[in-house]
């Protein structure tokens, strides 16, 4: 079986987020089950200059607009096809905005020419290559399942995840007639999504199957708090909808083998790992002492709640913990941490920016990761900390609340605890959270049997790989 993905980031391409690491992992799983997955990804800079050699796989005369080429490398294992469209993608900044941080104006055009070659990749523009699914990613791959399912030839079957309902692509009417859909696409079926042109809306209408990457957040967006606008659409997909919580790629994430820190170790060596918070401790000139290290890594939003973090700088340390923090995003978090920070330059250690390595050798040599999100469709961080044994405390949502397992009582004492899960998401809980894993912490004994258990769960893609193969296989049985 073939499939096409379709993706705005892939690691480790090009990633701002989750996205790219699981459009970098999931095709290597999905291997093992016989699915044989190139993805389709933007020509931007970074991408370009990775490519090494490439061959023209296909040429578009005209990609809304402009002229387009395909060209098909092999990087890091991944079979890509990139989008070389330099009007589109050949231009300063990250991958949706300019050098100063705004979205590119033209964003509509960029992603709609992704998802349109995706489509047309799907009916067999490059020849040898006729995939069975195109399975697209988030807002900028949605359109792929519109354009397909509004042709009148033979396609492939579609699905669309969505990585994170916040972002949907919407945009003012007056594009529609640019995207070169039939007319009668703008409506309720259609793209149309309350006079404007939603990309996702459409998508989510169009694909045969939806997926979300957790069960608990499929739960979640059928509902008017989760569903930003979308729920009753959402609602109506029924069983089409389907959670399936995100791996990680423990090749790249393996304590025992990973390059970037300075002292490898496994659950039973779990000693070695002082060395790397004493590394932590030195690149971030914290004060060596004997409490715990809490960290974060993570785009410094709304949605991550690292607002309460930051609330809470100077409890952590009036407790003895010691906090770093790795990020970047609203002004208004970096401000606050950078304050913090400059209160207690020996106690909280702030990075504002992004540092892959950086964030593996936090995960390596913290104590626990601060997971104090409004809403996370998976969350990736809580399972690179259960893989390092550095214990995540998480709110009670979402993908959060399907991978970590509370020390609650009963988890405790049967040894299967991995983590501290706690709600609402306010600073409030967040404090009695911090204390509740203070406690366990204390006791050394049963933090080393909580680091255990996290090392030990299965945070790989074995499992949710099977289920998108199942779901593949289950979609090529149903009639065209
Ligand atoms: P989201 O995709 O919503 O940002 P996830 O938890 O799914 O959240 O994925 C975030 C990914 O980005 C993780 O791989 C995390 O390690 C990484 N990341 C986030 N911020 C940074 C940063 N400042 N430096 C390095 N890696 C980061
Ligand atoms: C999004 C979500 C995050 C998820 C990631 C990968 O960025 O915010 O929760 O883990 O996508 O699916």
């Known amino acids: 079986m073939r499939a096409l993905a379709v993706a705005s980031e892939v690691f ?7 996205l790219a690491d699981v459009a970098g992992a999931l095709p290597g799983a999905l291997a093992e089950h016989g699915i044989e997955v190139a993805t389709l990804v933007p020509g931007y800079p970074a ?5 090494g050699e490439t061959r023209l796989a296909h040429r578009f005369d005209d990609l809304l607009g402009a002229p387009a080429d395909v060209l098909a490398a092999r990087v890091g294992g991944l079979d890509l096809f990139v989008l070389d469209v330099p009007e589109l993608y050949d231009r300063l900044g990250g991958p949706y905005t300019d050098a100063g941080g705004l979205d590119h104006p033209d964003n509509w055009r960029r992603f709609a020419a992704l998802a349109k070659a995706g489509a047309a990749i799907g009916q067999g523009a490059i020849a040898g290559f006729q995939p069975d699914i195109v399975h697209s990613h988030d807002w900028q791959a949605a359109l792929a399942p519109v354009y397909l399912a509004a042709s009148n030839r033979p396609r492939p079957k579609t699905i669309l995840t969505i990585h994170n309902l916040a972002f949907q692509g919407n945009y003012p009417y007056n594009i529609f007639p640019q995207l070169g859909l039939p007319p009668t696409n703008w409506s309720i079926e259609g793209v149309e999504y309350y006079g404007n042109v939603g990309f996702l809306k459409g998508g989510l209408h169009a694909c045969d199957i939806a997926t979300t990457v957790s069960p608990t957040y499929a739960d979640e967006i059928v509902t008017p708090e989760g569903g930003m606008g979308l729920d009753g659409l959402l609602q109506g997909r029924g069983e089409r909808l389907v959670g399936i919580v995100n791996g990680i790629d423990t090749a790249v994430w393996d304590p025992q083998t990973d390059a970037a820190i300075a002292k490898p170790y496994a659950a039973r060596s779990l000693r070695e790992r ?11 000139g914290l004060r060596r002492e004997d409490g715990p290290i809490f960290a974060v890594v993570s785009r410094l939003t709304w949605q991550k709640g690292l607002d309460l973090v930051a609330d809470i700088c100077d409890d952590l340390v009036a407790r003895g913990v010691r906090l770093v923090v790795v990020g970047s995003g609203e002004a208004m978090i970096e401000g606050a941490f950078l304050a913090a920070h400059a209160r207690h330059p020996d106690l909280i250690g702030v990075r504002i920016g992004y540092d892959e390595t950086l964030s593996h050798r936090v995960q390596a040599g913290a104590d626990a990761i601060l997971i104090p999100s409004r809403f996370e469709p998976c969350g990736l961080t809580q399972l690179y900390g259960l893989r390092y044994g550095c214990i995540p405390v ?18 405790v004492s049967a040894d299967a605890a991995t983590g501290v899960i706690f709600s609402p998401p306010s600073a409030g809980a967040l404090l009695k959270a911090v204390d509740r894993t203070l406690r366990l912490y204390q006791d050394q004994k049963t933090w080393r049997k909580m680091q255990n258990a996290a090392m030990k769960a299965d945070v790989s893609w074995r499992k949710s790989a ?10 090529l049985r149903e009639q065209p």
Not at 12 to 18: F, N, Q
Not at 274 to 280: D, I, P, Q, S, T
């Open 12 to 18: 480790p391409l090009i990633k701002t987020g989750g």
């Open 47 to 51: 991408v370009m200059r990775q490519l």
């Open 274 to 284: 002082a060395h790397n918070k004493r590394a932590l401790e030195g690149e971030f």
């Open 394 to 411: 998480v709110a009670k949502v979402g993908g959060l609340a399907d991978t970590v397992i509370d020390a609650n009582y009963a988890a």
């Open 466 to 475: 099977k289920l998108y193969a199942d779901l593949y296989r289950d979609l």
